[in-house]
């Protein structure tokens, strides 16, 4: 019985240095247990974790990647009997510090919830009991997220008065890995008006500077603005306009932050915004030393004028690689996941070089990402399967100067022997055909100087990432 190669194959034509980055097959991290703003770290050990909240029970899970080919059953991490806040653009927070893993959530109820900490110190196999984080006497704190950096943990909340009113933030601080927490200070008394009350917060840290971004609302303005503290989260005295956009709108759009202390002295933070009544998703670029923007990235705009075209931005940063990379929805097929990364600095981002993660038709929304060694792990809802969805991004280093389209034609597809590859080569310039898994071992390397080759690779049915280089460029078959 003959195999089957599956190709379902995109083009790609890169000019100079580039990176190519192809979607692994998506897995189910649950497809029982709901699918709300699913959020992902990397364990201690090496394999990611994932946090996301039941909408139907109320209830909060972690479940942690078997290292192999899926995930290991979930662990519900809220006390039986009791509820938790679940909405699909926002939830549950988690961050990770060696073998530590902490997570912070809310419980149900606007005007009676609280925020809570869990944890584990066993990077996700047995987990602690919860410990309530705000000391909020009328029970309006909301939007917990958290930050660890070198055994300190921080926690920025949306507060409210007794009334419901006038939202807030604040920050409280932990330095016995959870079990107690600090009185909290404000954070946000430097913003114009008052914090926008839906779209959730994000904090970050480093040995110098503690960082709450989020957006404001004056009179309707609704611009993400950053608060600083430069004595570890004990006041905020600092403050960073991030959006000078002026988006202009009744209603809150229920969609933060987020932002990754970069190198010395700089922060990155990516947002969603109006501007020109088109919706964008910008990367800012700060100089926290020097006080000033360095540069600010458009990542891509919707020039439909639908403002729901573009939404719901993460990023994720690699100090050791210089490695940046980003996730947002937007729309094709239906709604869908998109990605972008980059080694040479936010400035480098190309829109063009953007990738559709889920191609398919539906929703697939409210991603997340994170990276180790080198690899992009994402994390989004998948609406119409009701689950939480992983795949893994591999990237492919293209080094070749474009001098022409150099365009691949490549038959039969599906192929269940011989795969036939056509290509203008007039100049009879020397073209490497290589074949990958979807881990990006290579298998199979082919070599012609003609402008055509048929070939039988013999591998085992599944899919497979084709490379074609040649001094006119580098296509991409997967």
């Known amino acids: 019985m003959k195999s089957t190669l599956t190709l379902v194959f995109t083009i790609i034509t890169l000019s100079g240095f580039s990176q190519v980055f192809l979607p692994g097959n998506p897995i189910s991290v649950s497809d029982t247990l709901g699918y709300n703003f699913p959020q992902i770290e990397i364990t201690g050990d090496g394999?990611?974790?994932?946090i996301?909240?039941?909408?139907?029970?109320?209830?909060?899970?972690?479940?942690?990647?078997?290292?192999v080919d899926d995930f290991l059953t979930p662990i519900k991490l809220n006390p039986d009997g009791t509820n938790v806040q679940s909405f699909n653009w926002s939830g549950a927070n988690i961050e990770v510090e060696g073998d530590n893993i902490y997570v912070v959530y809310h419980s149900e109820g606007f005007?009676?919830?609280?925020?809570y900490f869990v944890k584990s110190t066993d990077n996700g196999a047995t987990w602690s009991d919860t410990v309530r984080v705000d000391n909020v006497a009328d029970g309006h704190?909301?939007?917990p997220d958290i930050a660890a950096h070198n055994d300190t943990l921080w926690v920025v909340l949306l507060d409210h008065d007794a009334n419901g009113l006038n939202p807030h933030y604040?920050?409280?601080?932990?330095?016995?890995?959870?079990?107690?927490?600090?009185?909290?200070?404000q954070a946000s008394e430097l913003w114009p008006g008052e914090s926008c009350d839906c779209c959730s917060p994000e904090i970050v840290a480093d040995d110098d500077y503690v960082i709450v971004f989020s957006r404001n609302n004056d009179n309707n303005i609704r611009e993400f603005k950053g608060v600083v503290s430069y004595d570890r989260g004990a006041t905020f005295t600092g403050m960073i306009d991030v959006d000078m956009h002026a988006w202009n709108i009744m209603s809150c759009p229920s969609v933060g932050a987020s932002a990754r202390m970069y190198g010395q002295d700089e922060v990155?933070?990516?947002?969603?915004?109006?501007?020109?009544?088109?919706?964008?998703?910008?990367l800012h670029h700060y100089d926290l030393a020097g006080d000033s923007t360095i540069t600010e990235v458009d990542i891509q705009a919707d020039v439909s004028n639908n403002n729901t075209l573009i939404n719901y931005p993460q990023m994720d940063y690699s100090p050791s690689d210089n490695r940046l990379a980003i996730v947002w929805e937007s729309f094709s097929s239906g709604i869908d996941v998109f990605f972008n990364a980059t080694t040479a600095g936010p400035?480098?981002?190309?829109?063009?070089q953007a990738i559709n993660l889920t191609d398919v038709t539906g929703t697939q929304s409210k991603p997340d990402i994170i990276m180790e060694n080198g690899n992009y792990h994402v994390v989004y809802m998948d609406t119409d399967g009701f689950d939480v969805k992983y795949l893994q991004v591999f990237e492919s280093a293209a080094g070749i100067q474009a001098q022409d389209n150099f365009e691949v034609l490549v038959y039969p597809n599906p192929a269940s022997d011989l795969i036939n590859f056509e290509f203008e080569n007039e100049s009879n310039e020397l073209v490497t055909i290589s074949i990958a898994d979807l881990q990006g071992r290579v298998v199979k390397t082919y070599k012609t100087s003609e402008n055509q080759l048929s070939v039988n690779p013999k591998l085992s049915a599944g899919t497979y990432i084709y490379q074609v280089k040649s001094t006119k460029g580098v296509l991409v078959i997967e």
């Open 47 to 50: 394999v990611p974790g994932v």
């Open 52 to 67: 996301w909240t039941d909408h139907n029970n109320l209830d909060i899970y972690f479940a942690k990647h078997n290292g």
């Open 111 to 115: 005007t009676t919830g609280h925020c």
């Open 141 to 143: 704190a909301q939007f």
């Open 170 to 185: 604040r920050v409280t601080r932990s330095v016995d890995g959870g079990a107690t927490w600090e009185p909290d200070v």
């Open 268 to 282: 990155l933070a990516a947002y969603r915004t109006e501007y020109n009544s088109e919706s964008h998703v910008y």
């Open 347 to 352: 400035e480098a981002l190309i829109s063009s």
